[in-house]
């Protein structure tokens, strides 16, 4: 495992005209179904599985051939930028990937002149968040597993 810690992480940002970038996208959704996403949200992978109009708003974490993490951006009419689902693998947690995907993110943000990047989150997550610079602007209520709801932004 620490072997695997240290192995080198590409990152790349999904096409859907390359067939194999949405086996990449089908790699990520089960691997976000594997974490606490899939617990919180059951219908997750069959959501997601039909909806390969998110392949091109999709970057995923690649450590030799195995996906191990991704982040789904969304879109608001506004012109801001959602992240609807982040995951790393959780024998790669702590190492910066999810860090370097948020970066990512607002790479493509900047360069598309959204004004501010929004993230709907739970309060057990939420530090992750700020470290990255997020605030918080609604508290909507509590989980069912006891956490508060959240919704999170970074003005660009
Ligand atoms: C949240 C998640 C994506 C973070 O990925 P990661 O690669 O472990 O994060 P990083 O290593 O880049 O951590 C960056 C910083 O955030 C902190 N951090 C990471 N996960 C955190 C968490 N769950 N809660 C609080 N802080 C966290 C790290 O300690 C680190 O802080 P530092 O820079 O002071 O050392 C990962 O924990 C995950 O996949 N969780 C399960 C899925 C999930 O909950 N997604 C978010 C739903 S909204």
Known sequence: MAKARKKKVKFIQLNEKDEGHK??????????????????????????????????????????????????????FSGNVTVRYIGVSPELHGIGIGRTLMQKVEEFAQRTKAPCIKVETTSDISNFFSKMGYDITKRAGDSPDGYEYLMMEKPL
Not at 39 to 55: C, F, K
């Open 23 to 76: 086996q990449n996208y089908w790699d990520l959704i089960q691997l976000l179904e594997s974490t606490l996403l899939g617990q919180r949200y059951p219908n997750l992978l069959s959501d997601l599985y039909s909806e390969l109009h998110n392949v091109p708003r999709t970057l995923v974490a690649i450590q030799g051939e195995a996906i191990v993490g991704g982040v789904i951006r969304g879109e608001c």
